[in-house]
Structures are given as structure tokens and as C-alpha cells.
């Protein structure tokens, strides 16, 4: 896969989505929220990768938010980052997604990490929220990921205050998982997303959907069923007794249910 403002390799079982713009902090832009959506949707439907890990270019910056110069000046859903697209992908990938954290997670950055599976930083990495600093705000992933991370009040004062957390701290409060020295990341990344690799793929997938059925509702839920349960249903006896009589139009063979 090729795009102009990501990268993506495979290693074995693990695939990196690299942002790409580290002369401007990795922020997002539009093109760069819908190349992250088409790379973790292309990673949905193969099945050499079994986790992906999401990092930034360079060693300052994970990503630092979003522009929205180019786009559209109306209210409307043209005039606004399509960051929902990413997150929302994320959520759907039927693969744990490891957040590689190599420097600054600022604002949508650090909702980006939020959203993902489970976070590992280097020892060096600073996490803010600054929306209200500017004006601005994540009302969804921002805030009810951020609430089960480190519960109701501390989330209220992450958004309140901005306070600017080192790695240590995050992890600390629930934010992350792991912290490691900077120059170890990328090999820890690395060992954490292949353990993970070694469980069962369909094992994983069922549990990050039962997750994601809490928070995404009737598509959360439909996720698990239909994506995962439907298909092996699809296999059993009692689905293919009842597809032959009603291809063949007769009542079903009943004494082949439940078994």
C-alpha cells in the first residue's frame, strides 16, 4: 500500500501505520485521516497481520492534533476533520491495535492513543488534552475512553485544566500501559505486539468486539454477531438443514437442532 502522508510495512504477524508528517508535528490533516481509514480497513480483510501498531515519524512528535486548512469553510461534515473515519476503524479492526507513543501525544493525538487497544510510551513522551485551551472540544471517544481510562473526575480535570503529564504519570493514572527508555520502543513495541500474536486470532477478535458492543451500541453488538458468531453459525448442521429445506421448500428436519 502506498499513501503520501503514512506509511505502512508488515513484519511477520505485525503491521506499523506510521503518521508521516513529522515537520508539522504529525497532525492530522483530511488526506491523512482517510489514508488511516484505508489502511486499517485494507488490514481488516487480510489475515498475514494479527496486530497492528500505530507510531509517528521522527522521535519528538506521535501526533499533535489536527489542520483543517483546504477544507471546506461550511459547518456541515465537509468543513470538518474526518477524524470519527480513523477512530471508528480502529474500533472495528478485528486486531488488537498497539499505540507506539515516541513523543508529544497533544489533543486528537492523545484521542488517538485513547482509542487504541493499548498504549506503550517512551520514557520521554508528553500526554495533554488542550482542547478547551483552544476553544475546542471531543465529546465521544475524548471523553467516555478517556472517563474509563482514569474515571469521571480525573477526566473532568484532564479536560478542565490541560494539565501536561510525562509518561510516568499517565501510566500512573491508567492512561497507558507501558513505559520504556526511549531508545527501547520500537524493540518493546515489537516483543509486546508478537505476545499478542501468539493468542488465538478469533479469541482476540470476539473479545476487542465485546468490548467495542459497551460504547458502539447496536454496531458494537453487530460487530460480534454478525462478523464473528454468523459466520461459523453459517457452518453447523442446523443452518445448513434449514438453507436445504427451504431451498426445497418442506418442513425442517427438527431432530438436527440443538446439537
Given at each position: 500500500?502506498?499513501?503520501?502522508?503514512?506509511?505502512?510495512?508488515?513484519?511477520?504477524?505485525?503491521?506499523?501505520?506510521?503518521?508521516?508528517?513529522?515537520?508539522?508535528?504529525?497532525?492530522?490533516?483530511?488526506?491523512?485521516?482517510?489514508?488511516?481509514?484505508?489502511?486499517?480497513?485494507?488490514?481488516?480483510?487480510?489475515?498475514?497481520?494479527?496486530?497492528?501498531?500505530?507510531?509517528?515519524?521522527?522521535?519528538?512528535?506521535?501526533?499533535?492534533?489536527?489542520?483543517?486548512?483546504?477544507?471546506?469553510?461550511?459547518?456541515?461534515?465537509?468543513?470538518?476533520?474526518?477524524?470519527?473515519?480513523?477512530?471508528?476503524?480502529?474500533d472495528r479492526l478485528q486486531k488488537p491495535v498497539i499505540a507506539s507513543v515516541n513523543g508529544f501525544a497533544v489533543g486528537g493525538?492523545?484521542?488517538?492513543?485513547?482509542?487504541?487497544?493499548?498504549?506503550?510510551?517512551?520514557?520521554?513522551?508528553?500526554?495533554?488534552?488542550?482542547?478547551?485551551?483552544?476553544?475546542?472540544?471531543?465529546?465521544?471517544?475524548?471523553?467516555?475512553?478517556?472517563?474509563?481510562?482514569?474515571?469521571?473526575?480525573?477526566?473532568?480535570?484532564?479536560?478542565?485544566?490541560?494539565?501536561?503529564?510525562?509518561?510516568?504519570?499517565?501510566?500512573?493514572?491508567?492512561?497507558?500501559?507501558?513505559?520504556?527508555?526511549?531508545?527501547?520502543?520500537?524493540?518493546?513495541?515489537?516483543?509486546?505486539?508478537?505476545?499478542?500474536?501468539?493468542?488465538?486470532?478469533?479469541?482476540?477478535?470476539?473479545?476487542?468486539?465485546?468490548?467495542?458492543?459497551?460504547?458502539?451500541?447496536?454496531?458494537?453488538?453487530?460487530?460480534?454477531?454478525?462478523?464473528?458468531?454468523?459466520?461459523?453459525?453459517?457452518?453447523?448442521?442446523?443452518?445448513?438443514?434449514?438453507?436445504?429445506?427451504?431451498?426445497?421448500?418442506?418442513?425442517?428436519?427438527?431432530?438436527?437442532?440443538?446439537?
Open positions: 500500500m502506498t499513501f503520501a502522508e503514512i506509511t505502512y510495512e508488515e513484519d511477520g504477524p505485525v503491521g506499523t501505520l506510521t503518521l508521516n508528517r513529522p515537520q508539522d508535528g504529525n497532525m492530522f490533516t483530511e488526506r491523512m485521516c482517510h489514508e488511516v481509514r484505508d489502511c486499517i480497513n485494507a488490514v481488516r480483510r487480510e489475515t498475514r497481520t494479527r496486530v497492528l501498531v500505530i507510531t509517528g515519524a521522527g522521535d519528538k512528535f506521535f501526533c499533535i492534533g489536527g489542520r483543517k486548512e483546504g477544507m471546506e469553510d461550511t459547518q456541515l461534515y465537509a468543513g470538518v476533520l474526518p477524524t470519527l473515519e480513523m477512530y471508528e476503524s480502529i493525538g492523545n484521542v488517538l492513543q485513547m482509542v487504541c487497544d493499548v498504549t506503550i510510551a517512551k520514557q520521554s513522551a508528553v500526554f495533554r488534552q488542550v482542547g478547551t485551551m483552544m476553544g475546542s472540544f471531543d465529546a465521544g471517544y475524548g471523553t467516555w475512553y478517556l472517563e474509563d481510562l482514569v474515571g469521571k473526575k480525573r477526566a473532568k480535570d484532564i479536560w478542565f485544566r490541560n494539565p501536561k503529564m510525562t509518561a510516568a504519570q499517565a501510566q500512573e493514572i491508567g492512561l497507558i500501559n507501558d513505559v520504556v527508555p526511549d531508545a527501547q520502543l520500537k524493540e518493546a513495541t515489537r516483543a509486546y505486539a508478537v505476545d499478542i500474536a501468539n493468542r488465538g486470532a478469533f479469541a482476540l477478535a470476539s473479545i476487542k468486539a465485546a468490548f467495542n458492543a459497551r460504547h458502539g451500541g447496536v454496531g458494537g453488538l453487530a460487530r460480534l454477531s454478525h462478523d464473528l458468531l454468523l459466520p461459523g453459525y453459517l457452518k453447523t448442521k442446523e443452518s445448513k438443514e434449514l438453507s436445504r429445506s427451504f431451498a426445497e421448500r418442506r418442513a425442517p428436519d427438527a431432530d438436527t437442532f440443538g446439537h
